[in-house]
């Protein structure tokens, strides 16, 4: 059977080793550049979003809420407008 050991030992060593390959510079490099085009694109962070996603749900509700209280006074506005035509005085 295989120490345990030799892998932590083994993974340590792959790890300087890649730590001091120019794979590091590459991977510093690349994220410098996703950086700037992520910047570029004007994206929002999830945090962002998530606020504006709950503002917009409570507008919507707000909306519905207006909607259907002017939809009730329109209702009313009629029933007078009949009662009115019925009853002229």
């Known amino acids: 059977m295989i120490d345990s050991k030799f892998f932590d030992e083994l993974s340590k ?3 300087a080793v890649i730590a001091a390959s120019p794979a590091a510079d590459i991977e510093k490099n690349i ?3 996703l ?3 992520f ?3 004007d994206l929002v962070t999830r ?3 998530d606020v504006q996603a709950n503002i ?3 507008t919507r509700a707000n909306l519905q809420a207006l909607e259907t209280r002017v939809a009730q006074m329109e209702r009313a506005v009629g029933e007078e407008k ?3 035509a019925h ?3």
């Open 31 to 33: 994220r410098a550049l």
């Open 39 to 41: 910047t570029r694109l």
């Open 47 to 49: 945090e962002e979003f």
């Open 82 to 84: 009949t009662v009115l």
């Open 13 to 15: 060593h792959l790890s």
């Open 35 to 37: 950086s700037g085009v």
């Open 87 to 89: 009853n002229p005085e």
């Open 56 to 58: 917009l749900q409570r």
